[in-house]
Antibody
Framework: EVQLLESGGGLVQSGGSLRLSCAASGFIFSSYAINWVRQAPGKGLEWVSGISGSGGSTHYADSVKGRFTISRDNSKNTVFLQMNNLRAGDTAVYYC????????????WGQGTLVTVSS | QSVLTQTPSASGTPGQRVTISCSGSSSNIGSNYVYWYQQLPGTAPKLLIYRNNQRPSGVPDRLSGSKSGTSASLAISGLRSEDEADYYCAAWDDSLSAVVFGGGTKLTVL
């Protein structure tokens, strides 16, 4: 059974940093891209970033480029999202989402972790 | 403003068939697979359709997906009260090198 467990969310002041983690199990971790997708309160889904199975390729939404960094440790089946210079507009539930094989588009999703940026 | 365009709301009565549409462009829907998700209040999204028209195990066959050109649609037949949820489409966009989502459609079962 595929499981994705996010952690690291919380309350941070504007301009601060947070590091999210996503611990995965139930599949061959290094074979799949992993994404971070966020959802602001009462809003729709917004893709944030994705990383290939090997970690050699990363992609970012324009809204976070230069502030967020995605990485993975295939020895620990974990993906990270380092978020710097956080803004009020980054307040959202952040979901870790495994990609369908050969694609970046998600299939399985974690339960999410809430990030609140206070101004 | 979302890259993929969905009608914000849709509704139907129990037993009816409803269709939710998703419009994109040649760089996303036109050249890549479309995925559909259901999100119930307070929960994570759940995959309903992958690769345009494939259902994961456990998703009933009264749900179906289709794609034509730069548009896609999700059809739900035999509508049930438990289908009341938000529905999102998504695809990879070659120009943006990003996954793009629709703005979501809120389905109400009357």
């Amino acid at each position: 059974e595929v499981q994705l467990l996010e952690s690291g969310g919380g309350l941070v002041q504007s301009g601060g940093s947070l590091r999210l983690s996503c611990a995965a199990s139930g599949f061959i971790f290094s074979s799949y891209a992993i994404n971070w997708v966020r959802q602001a309160p009462g809003k729709g889904l917004e893709w944030v970033s994705g990383i290939s199975g090997s970690g050699g390729s990363t992609h970012y939404a324009d809204s976070v480029k230069g502030r967020f960094t995605i990485s993975r440790d295939n020895s620990k089946n974990t993906v990270f999202l380092q978020m710097n210079n956080l803004r009020a507009g980054d307040t959202a539930v952040y979901y870790c989402a495994k990609a369908y094989y050969g694609d970046y588009t998600p299939d399985y999703w974690g339960q999410g972790t809430l990030v609140t940026v206070s101004s | 403003q979302s890259v993929l365009t969905q009608t914000p709301s849709a509704s139907g009565t129990p037993g009816q068939r409803v269709t939710i549409s998703c419009s994109g462009s040649s760089s996303n829907i036109g050249s890549n697979y479309v995925y559909w998700y259901q999100q119930l209040p307070g929960t994570a999204p759940k995959l309903l359709i992958y690769r345009n028209n494939q259902r994961p195990s456990g998703v009933p066959d009264r749900l179906s997906g289709s794609k034509s050109g730069t548009s896609a649609s999700l059809a739900i037949s035999g509508l049930r009260s438990e289908d009341e949820a938000d529905y999102y489409c998504a695809a990879w966009d070659d120009s943006l090198s990003a996954v793009v989502f629709g703005g979501g459609t809120k389905l109400t079962v009357l």
